[in-house]
């Protein structure tokens, strides 16, 4: 061997055994923050009996196009509507902390900021020391992606003359390391290692662009995604399907014990099958719909009116978010659509309440952004003028306002004060007082301005539907 290759191969050697005694300092690193007998800073994951007592499941989730996504207003993904079931069956509200790269999710499970990760997660011996996995919650290959353009390496494991006999390799994310470190391993000669920072969508995007790089991906997220991506290959598989699991926090059996249990019994029902079919077939009708809208939106966005939005909402002192998830509730961001009794436009504005603020058949979006976050300004202002003081409390006065009718909401806190309830507390209170306006006997004798209401359950729906939403909102722009 000459010198000049032996010297190429002791660089690329050394370079693999640098990745792989870093990535030893990093779970070394980990193991100790969370090891309670070297750490007294240490903090116990949540057992199954305080999740019970909060009625709440914290779950850490990634914002991609598989996994949890926004498309024209509404939340989809296969980890999030598998996460929505296994709360349901719990009897659990549900929290998510959406992650929008992979630096962050293992430092929040290990600080106790989510009961569970619910990604795609391989076995790792070192990780395992630290983490607990569920039981599958599916099946893939790592796949190599390359532009069609060059095609450097194929499935039968031979590589194609190269210009300058290189290509650089993007180094991937976790799950994928071990396989990563025994691809460079093989190819040394024919790769330059390059590291980044990019999510693994941006990688793929850059691969399909430009036909000088390669990397490493699941190749069932790989096919699901294969429609917006025509120049990427993925039929070079490096591994067997692998296990994919959810992680939870070592010494957490209580809660692992009831994932795995419903874990068990749901992957073998219909309702899974259909989730895997509308996830990560490139032509189910929800893959199809989503290229059709152009994709996905772009993390932290909502919708298209979105400047126009937080330009009103700023200017009113809105949360530019909460008037999203409600014009999402009203017209799904269809500018021009109508609704029941008349209602019509982004903001569904009946007609009576349109002329109050100006508002008219085919006016521009923006004007009718600008309308809608005047009259919910004016909601806001008057509830809490009249003692709504706390945030929360009065961006359901709000809403409800909003949907109801101030007249509505108004008998609701009449009735409240009848009944010994608190008319400034939403919750439990004025909500309830709502239901009661469907009765005749616990109206009588009250002096309302609307009269009876049987709609109540329609409202406390919408208030709650767009509160649902908005956390969601949230979770993409913090």
Not at 278 to 287: D, E, I
Not at 388 to 393: P, R
Request: glycine share 4%; aromatic share 16%; net charge positive.
């Amino acid at each position: 061997m000459s010198k000049y290759l032996l010297r190429k191969k002791i660089k690329h050697t050394s370079l693999f055994y640098i990745l792989i005694f870093v990535f030893s300092i990093l779970v070394f690193s980990i193991y100790t923050y969370i090891n309670p007998k070297k750490n007294s800073n240490y903090i116990s994951p949540r057992s199954w009996k305080q999740i019970q007592k909060d009625s709440n499941l914290r779950v850490g989730i990634l914002y991609n196009y598989t996994d949890y996504y926004v498309s024209h207003g509404e939340i989809y993904g296969f980890h999030y509507e598998m996460t929505k079931k296994l709360a349901e069956h719990l009897h659990l509200h549900i929290t998510y902390e959406v992650y929008n790269s992979y630096n962050d999710y293992y430092i929040a499970l290990l600080n106790n900021q989510v009961d569970l990760l619910a990604m795609d997660f391989v076995h790792d011996l070192e990780i395992e020391s630290i983490f607990d996995y569920s039981l599958p919650h599916s099946y893939a290959g790592l796949a190599l992606i390359q532009n069609k353009k060059t095609m450097p390496f194929n499935s039968e494991d031979s590589c194609f003359s190269l210009k300058n006999n290189k290509i650089r390799f993007i180094f991937p994310i976790h799950s994928h390391f071990k396989p990563a470190l025994s691809f460079i391993n093989k190819y040394y000669s024919h790769i330059i290692l390059s590291g980044t920072d990019l999510k693994t969508d941006e990688v793929i995007r850059n691969i399909n662009d430009d036909s000088t790089m390669i990397s490493l991906t699941f190749n069932k997220n790989m096919h699901a995604n294969s429609i917006f991506y025509r120049n990427i290959d993925y039929s070079y598989i490096l591994t067997d399907p692998l296990d994919l699991h959810w992680i939870v926090r070592n010494r957490n059996d209580s809660l692992l014990i009831f994932i795995n249990e419903w874990m068990e019994k749901f992957t073998q029902s219909k309702e899974y099958a259909l989730l895997i079919k509308k996830y990560y077939n490139p032509h189910s009708f929800t893959r199809t719909l989503l290229k059709q809208k152009i994709q996905y939106t772009p993390f932290g966005h909502i919708s298209s009116y979105d400047a126009i939005i937080e330009k009103y909402a700023t200017q009113y002192e809105l949360d530019w978010l909460l008037v999203a998830a409600l014009i999402y509730q009203e017209s799904k961001f269809y500018a021009h659509t109508s609704g029941g009794g008349g209602a019509y436009g982004l903001m569904q504005f009946m007609p009576s309440t349109a002329n109050y603020w100006g508002i008219a058949i085919g006016d521009s979006p923006e004007k009718q952004i600008k309308a809608g976050c005047k009259y919910l300004k004016f909601l806001q202002k008057k509830y809490y003028d009249s003692g709504v003081k706390d945030t929360n409390q009065l961006m359901k006065f709000m809403l409800a306002a909003y949907n109801a009718g101030n007249c509505r909401i108004e008998d609701a806190r009449i009735i409240a004060k009848k009944q010994g309830l608190d008319d400034t507390v939403w919750d439990n209170n004025v909500e309830l007082a709502l239901l009661m306006l469907s009765k005749k006997k616990n109206i009588r004798g009250a002096k309302l301005k609307c009269g009876s209401y049987s709609s109540g359950k329609h409202t406390i729906n919408y208030v709650n539907a767009i509160l649902n939403r908005y956390h969601h909102y949230k979770n993409m722009n913090y």
